[in-house]
């Protein structure tokens, strides 16, 4: 009876011995994501550039033929620099006929001073008559007011000579020359284009609807297109009142906070709206997982890599993202694809973010 026992004993340990342990559960990758809170929403991002905030469209003040352009597009002026020159030909003939005029005017005033002062000796001796004394002091001021008239016609055609030179009234940069060498062009027409650098402006094209529609509290950041690190941000100046026929947008001009240095007259920039909004999540919409009615998302335990299901709620979605009002954090981190086939409290190898 004893000996049965042993042998009983040592069957029952040959079998435990001989039953596989069960194998671990796989750890699985998943994608994950961490989770933000926005309390911005974008309106939209455009294309602009930067302009003067001042622009001065100069012209001759006397007609005539361009005889040379001496800046180009791009140069910087000083204030009184000679931009062009008209052909002077016919300013000069002008100035010549008004010192004529002049010179035979003095001669006239000479001999009516000499005749009024020969009549008032006559006079003074008694042997002159008042009338001749009268008709002479006359011509005498006729030509003084013919010789004054003489003068200011020689001082205006020297004028219309120094009209023939386009000359700046300020520094600046030449942006635009609407006028070639040999052109005639007439009084006032515009003939170029000066820009004033000192203060600046980003200059976009909105559309029609958002532009009626901006919240009081839209912020604008700046940015160059070729170094997005070169930014500010800036402040409505104006826009235009009526939209532009072709393109339905109308022309928002904004004041820069600050000016970089790399902010150049003509740079391109892209300008991103966006305003305040009450802080919400958005998540891609693989993260969700829809099932008997309920509406969840799996967290990550990153301490233990595992995840646990927990439900939220959703304010609205599109085809790619999803808003949800509240139910999970800011910082932790959530599964963003394959949640169908997760488990609760199963172990997870986290890989890096999944794009949005």
């Known amino acids: 009876m004893k000996r049965s026992s042993v042998v009983l004993a040592a069957c029952l340990l040959l079998m435990a011995c001989s ?17 933000k809170s926005e309390d911005h929403e974008s309106l939209g991002r455009f294309a602009g550039t930067i302009q003067a905030r001042y ?20 140069a910087e002026v000083e204030k009184g620099a000679l931009l062009a020159v008209l052909d002077p030909t016919d300013q000069q003939n002008q100035l010549r006929a008004a010192q004529g005029d002049l010179a035979r005017v003095q001669a006239q005033w000479i001999n009516a001073q000499a005749n009024a002062r020969r009549q008032q000796e006559l006079f003074n001796r008694g042997v002159g008559a008042q009338a ?28 219309q000579l120094n009209y023939s030179e386009l000359h700046t009234d300020h520094a600046g940069i030449v ?9 005639v062009v ?22 029609a609807g958002l532009a009626e529609r901006l919240p009081p509290d839209v912020v604008f950041r700046v940015a160059g297109q070729m170094d997005e690190q070169v930014s500010t941000t800036a402040s409505v100046r104006e826009i235009e009142p009526q939209a532009q026929s072709a393109t339905r947008t ?12 790399a902010f150049r007259l003509g740079t391109a920039i892209s300008v991103t709206l966006s305003s305040a909004i009450a802080p919400r ?17 799996w967290v990550i335990d990153t301490q233990n890599q595992t995840v646990q299901p927990r439900d939220v709620a959703i304010i609205s979605r599109d085809a790619n993202t999803v808003l949800l009002h509240g139910g999970v954090k800011p910082g932790e981190r959530v599964v963003s694809a394959g949640v169908n086939s997760l488990k609760p409290g199963q172990k997870v190898k986290v890989d890096e973010d999944s794009p949005r």
């Open 132 to 159: 001749q004394l009268d008709i002479a002091q006359t011509d005498l001021k006729t030509t003084q007011a013919s010789l004054d008239q003489a003068r200011a016609s020689v001082n205006q055609a020297k004028d």
């Open 186 to 207: 007439s009084v006032g027409q515009q003939v170029v284009t000066l820009a004033r650098p000192d203060i600046k402006e980003a200059v976009i094209d909105l559309p």
């Open 250 to 261: 109308r022309r928002a001009r904004l004041t820069l906070a600050q000016t970089p240095a």
């Open 281 to 297: 999540i958005e998540l891609p919409l693989s993260a969700l997982q829809e099932t008997d009615g309920k509406t969840r998302i």
């Open 19 to 35: 039953k596989e342990d069960p194998a671990p559960e796989p750890v699985r990758p998943v994608l994950s994501i961490e989770v």
């Open 175 to 183: 942006t635009a020359w609407n006028a070639e060498a040999g052109q």
């Open 55 to 74: 622009e001065s469209n100069l012209g001759f003040r006397v007609p005539g033929r361009i005889a040379r352009r001496v800046v180009d597009v791009g």
